[in-house]
Structure formats: C-alpha cells, structure tokens
C-alpha cells in the first residue's frame, strides 16, 4: 500500500515545481516584486547591524568558594537618525539633542 502513495508522489511532485517557478517569473515580469525586494532595494534607511554577545559563563570562584569574578549586566542605547528631506547642522543638532534628553529621563542621567 505505500508503493503506489511513493510513486504518486514521486510523479506528482515534479510536475508541480516548474508551475511554481512560471508563476514567481511572471508575477516579476509584470512589474510585481517582493516585499522583501522592495525593503532591500528602495528603502534608504535599510541598514544591516551585526551584533556580538558573549554567552554567559558561569561564577569563577576560589578554593574557598568565594567569587573572583561575576556577570554584570550591561545596556547601551543608541540613537537611529531618521531620513532628514531637508538636513541642516542645527536641525540635526537639535533632533538628537532632544533625543538624548528623553533616553536620559528614562535612564535617570544626564546625557550631553
């Protein structure tokens, strides 16, 4: 009984794939494209950040079990400028100036 369910699948299967593709190549022939595409290709704010974060590693103790060193929990913001039409050094200065008193408030520093 599983013969013929396999060597349905076997005929079937590939008869589907190329009306997949011929689909997807018309759909870009006529103009239509991707979400993806369109956020890669046409935003200008499109950007690829990279980050590094370390596993944490367990308490490094003495023969006397006292820690010699311990996992600190560290937060850093940053500031993503947006698309300025127009930019000016006094428009920009001002934007992240606000920007920066708002993280402070939040943070409880004073950011300058």
Known sequence: MNRPRCLLAVLVLPGLLPGQQVANVDSVAAGRRSADH???TTRTDARTITLSIPAPRGLLTDRNGEPLAQNKVGYQFALEFEHFKKPTDELILQW???RLSRAGKMAGRRYS
Request: hydrophobic share 65%.
């Open 38 to 40: 369109a956020s890669v």
């Open 96 to 98: 992240a100036r606000l």
